[in-house]
């Protein structure tokens, strides 16, 4: 079945980095877009990053932008987040999602599936 | 800055019906043409109810439907069930390759 899992999240230090990886199975993961989503502890959900399913195009909160970079090895299909310069406003569950439809079909706008998350902590 | 507004909280007994509103502010966000609700059981992933305003995906109860008037969309909830309980979030299309989610409405079954 489409499964995602989340790994790589841990404690950090402010200012270091951290890469978290989300592994695929279940469908042709080079044919979706892919997205990072984060919820901070006790807080609601933060759309963080996005990735076009050929790599070629990707965007980013203005939270992160300049900090964190999204990156996907289709033929591994694993999805990356590397995030650099961690700061405490940081810390939250990260969950990695998949557009619904493959390619440019269906909705924009459907994350599905999602995977469970990994949780990162920015603290001294 | 835009922002998609949801209140905090709504409440309601078994059998009647709630709505959970999403108010979008400035920009691409006024349109709420591509808006999506996600339900969010305490430490679980979260779940798309409905997209792009009032679409359902298969599997999920028909109780369940939106809407949108303006530059508010609404998550309608029918005959609520004990399972319902949950966190929900909106989350719009904001243009240029990017999403907004809205701040989340926890909806509690007395």
């Known amino acids: 079945q489409v499964q995602l899992v989340e790994s790589g999240g841990g404690a950090v230090q402010p200012g270091r980095s951290l890469r978290l990886s989300c592994a695929a199975s279940?469908?042709?993961?080079?044919?979706?877009?892919m997205y990072w989503v984060r919820q901070a502890p006790g807080k609601g959900l933060e759309w963080v990053a996005v990735?076009?399913?050929?790599?070629?195009?990707?965007?980013?909160a203005d939270s992160v932008k300049g900090r964190f970079t999204i990156s996907r090895d289709n033929s591994k299909n694993t999805l990356d987040l590397q995030m650099n310069s961690l700061r405490v406003e940081d810390t939250a569950l990260y969950f990695c999602?998949?557009?619904?439809?493959?390619f440019g079909s269906g909705s924009f706008n459907r994350f599905d599936p999602w995977g469970q998350g990994t949780l990162v902590i920015v603290s001294s | 800055q835009s922002v998609l507004t949801q209140p905090r909280s709504v409440s309601g007994s078994p059998g009647q019906s709630v709505t959970i509103s999403c108010t979008g502010t400035?920009?691409?966000?006024?349109?709420?043409?591509?808006v999506s609700w996600y339900q969010q059981h305490s430490g679980r992933a979260p779940k798309v109810m409905i997209f792009?305003?009032?679409k359902r995906p298969s599997g999920v109860p028909d109780r369940f439907s939106g809407s949108k008037f303006g530059n508010t969309a609404s998550l309608i909830i029918s005959g609520l069930q004990a399972e319902d309980e949950a966190e929900y979030y909106c989350?719009?299309?904001?243009?240029?390759?990017?999403?907004?989610f809205g701040g989340g409405t926890k909806l509690t079954v007395l």
């Open positions: 989350c719009s299309y904001a243009g240029t390759y990017t999403w907004l």
């Open positions: 279940g469908f042709t993961f080079s044919q979706y877009v």
């Open positions: 792009d305003v009032n």
């Open positions: 990735i076009r399913y050929d790599g070629a195009r990707k965007q980013y």
């Open positions: 400035s920009g691409p966000l006024g349109d709420l043409e591509s």
């Open positions: 999602a998949r557009k619904r439809d493959a």
